[in-house]
């Protein structure tokens, strides 16, 4: 089966703390993406990567970083937490280089800044 | 850029009523079409998908038709049933260099009851 893992299902983390949300998959993908899931708003794309080491921001970027060091293995990093940034994460990943691919989806990190 | 946009919910329906959930979209190209599925507590899965003009996509009885003349891809059901509980979202896939982005609408929360 097909695994995209993400490490934690829920966090609470203080304001001000750094966050690290890790994301792994076993399907050798070339393309990686985070996601914030809030009600009304849908999914929203924070940053993507095509490969390993290169990234590009999405949508709403600000307040994130990420990295990709390994082609299996995708981090979300917080940099200082705000209130503002509680929110349902996903991870997806899929193969690059054609646009009818199917997305993979991991469960979610469910994120309470306090 | 691209957008998906898709019917507020929430739906509520009775067991074996008839759904449509109407989607419509905006995208240079030729984009490709889908349907992902969320359950209580999961990531998204994929549905069903379409990549060409006219072709339609189609699984566990949920149908949906790529209609380039209208920008639309509407999902139907002729039956639905309790455990189709669940948020769908449309999305369409474009490409742009090597950013083949994943767009999202805002999901459709879809209740049945029994």
């Known amino acids: 089966d097909v695994k995209v893992t993400q490490s934690s299902r829920y966090l609470v983390k203080r304001t001000g703390e750094k966050v690290f949300l890790e994301c792994v998959q076993d399907m050798d993908h070339e393309n990686m993406f985070w996601y914030r899931q809030d009600p009304g708003l849908g999914l929203r794309l924070i940053y993507f990567?095509?490969?390993?080491?290169?990234?590009e921001k999405g949508d709403i970027p600000e307040g994130y970083s990420v990295s990709r060091e390994k082609k299996e293995r995708f981090s979300l990093i917080l940099e200082s937490a705000s209130t503002n940034q509680t929110s349902m994460y996903l991870c997806?990943?899929?193969?690059?280089?054609?646009?009818?691919?199917?997305?993979?989806f991991g469960q979610g990190t469910r994120l309470t800044v306090v | 850029g691209d957008s998906v946009t898709q019917m507020e919910g929430p739906v509520t329906l009775s067991e074996e009523a008839f759904l449509t959930i109407n989607c419509t979209y905006t995208?240079?190209?030729?984009?490709?079409l889908f349907w992902y599925v969320q359950y209580p507590g999961e990531g998204l899965q994929l549905l069903l998908k379409a990549t060409k003009a006219d072709d339609k996509g189609s699984n566990k009885g949920f149908e949906a038709t790529y209609r380039k003349e209208t920008t639309s891809f509407h999902l139907e059901k002729g039956s639905v049933q309790v455990s189709d509980s669940a948020v769908y979202f449309c999305a369409l896939q474009n490409s742009g260099g090597s950013n083949y982005k994943l767009t999202f609408g805002k999901g459709t929360l879809l209740t049945v009851n029994p």
């Open positions: 990567s095509y490969d390993v080491k290169m990234k």
């Open positions: 997806a990943s899929r193969t690059g280089g054609a646009t009818n691919t199917e997305a993979f």
């Open positions: 995208a240079t190209g030729y984009p490709s």
